[in-house]
């Protein structure tokens, strides 16, 4: 059964960073498209970065834009999260997903992605 295991998460102070990692068991995505989503208690799922199937086009949300970098190894099967200059306010269950529409789609919204990891989470402490 296909899967997308989350890791790399932790805690860490303000201004370090993490790498978390997404791979892809089961199956392969490499023809998709796939982002990074995170949930802070309390409140809704948000977006954080997305990346087209071969890396060539990547998205990210206006609060981690110059701090997160999106890559991919299709090889692998994995997608990476490098998370820079983390804040508190990055705190959150970190969530990897697959946009299965396929093409030129690149998801930025939940409602885009229909296959998801179980989620790492990630505490910045100030």
């Known amino acids: 059964q296909a899967q997308l295991v989350e890791s790399g998460g932790g805690l860490v102070q303000a201004g370090n960073s993490l790498r978390l990692s997404c791979v892809a068991t089961?199956?392969?995505?490499?023809?998709?498209?796939m982002g990074w989503f995170r949930q802070a208690p309390g409140k809704e799922r948000e977006f954080v970065a997305a990346i087209n199937w071969n890396g060539g086009s990547t998205y990210y949300s206006d609060s981690v834009k110059g701090r997160f970098t999106i890559s991919r190894d299709n090889a692998k099967n994995t997608v990476y999260l490098r998370m820079n200059s983390l804040k508190p306010e990055d705190t959150a269950v970190y969530y990897c997903a697959v946009d299965q529409r396929g093409g030129l789609a690149v998801g930025i919204t939940v409602f885009d992605y229909d296959y998801w990891g179980q989620g790492t989470q990630v505490t910045v402490s100030s």
């Open positions: 089961g199956r392969t995505f490499s023809d998709y498209s």
